[in-house]
């Protein structure tokens, strides 16, 4: 397994996703991947899942300090008071003491960014997130975080894939030595028989999702969770590391439209002013 490293953090490049994971199922997945040798899992607040997730963790035999485990707090809960309650019920139903990685969900446009991060900072100070960042921030959202509120962030979670351009976020998390975690990294399943991943795929003995997948894994600084419930998606996930891309195969993925986003709540960001 590869890494991306920022400021003291080191986490896995793939992990797994587990949102609409739900129950049994949950927990079956997590136990499944964990046995396959993923040590990163990544879920939320808003998922519904946590307790899931805390009961793999709590049943699987890899030993806590060697997961990497992300959660969120949702957008209603950006107040300090209301973020120490998520944390508070997060720890609870995950079965541990502490999180990795601590995450701001969504930014909000009635929140005070600097209340919320300060709150972000407490919890690491307190030992309850070993690191924290954010999510779904534009870049320059993510400037004032970091430059002018001075966060020690060291991840920020968006939709990234083939087929959505993220240069303005890559641009900034690089310049503050910050890793971009990818979700939605296959594009919700759009990607399974897209035509040129396909071509290359064929060239490689591969599926067109390891080609998306490990277009991005290849990446400096870019991890990736996408979901996995059934063992055989599981597995070709992590078969998609032992895949070599080469330049003629990433000049076909650069070329592809890169305008396509497939999650955009109505609460969130305003992308279109800075494109992220």
């Known amino acids: 397994m590869h890494y991306v ?8 490049k793939l992990g797994l996703g587990t949102w609409r994971l739900a129950g049994d199922a949950c927990t079956t997945a997590v136990l499944g991947a964990l046995d396959r040798g993923y040590r990163h899992i990544d879920t939320a607040q808003m998922y519904g899942n946590e307790d899931a997730v805390g009961a793999a963790l709590a049943s699987t035999s890899v030993p806590r300090g060697d997961i990497h485990l992300t959660t969120k707090v949702w957008h209603e809960n950006l107040a300090p008071d209301r973020m120490r309650a998520a944390m508070d019920n997060s720890l609870t139903q995950l079965k541990t003491d502490y999180v990795d990685l601590y995450l701001i969900h969504w930014p909000s446009a009635t929140m005070d960014l600097a209340a919320s991060l300060a709150q972000l900072v407490q919890f690491q100070e307190q030992g309850l997130a070993r690191h924290i ?9 993510l400037r004032q975080a970091v430059e002018v509120i001075q966060a020690p962030l060291v991840c920020n979670q968006v939709e990234y ?4 351009d993220q240069s303005p976020v890559l641009a900034a998390l690089r310049q503050h030595d910050m890793a971009l975690t990818a979700y939605c990294p296959l594009a919700q399943g759009r990607l399974a028989d897209h035509p040129v991943l396909d071509e290359i795929a064929r060239k490689h003995g591969a599926s067109p999702a390891q080609v998306a997948l490990k277009w991005l894994l290849d990446q400096d600084n870019v991890a990736a969770i996408p979901k ?20 003629a195969d ?19 960001p305003k992308w279109d002013a800075d494109p992220a």
């Open 161 to 164: 894939h083939v087929l959505r």
């Open 5 to 12: 490293e920022s400021r003291g953090m080191r986490m896995p």
């Open 228 to 247: 996995a419930g059934r063992a055989e998606s599981q597995q070709s996930n992590l078969d998609a590391l032992k895949l070599v891309l080469d330049d």
């Open 133 to 141: 960042g954010v999510s779904n921030f534009p870049s320059a959202l």
């Open 250 to 268: 990433r000049a076909a993925v650069a070329a592809l439209p890169k305008n396509q986003r497939f999650v955009n709540p109505a609460t969130g």
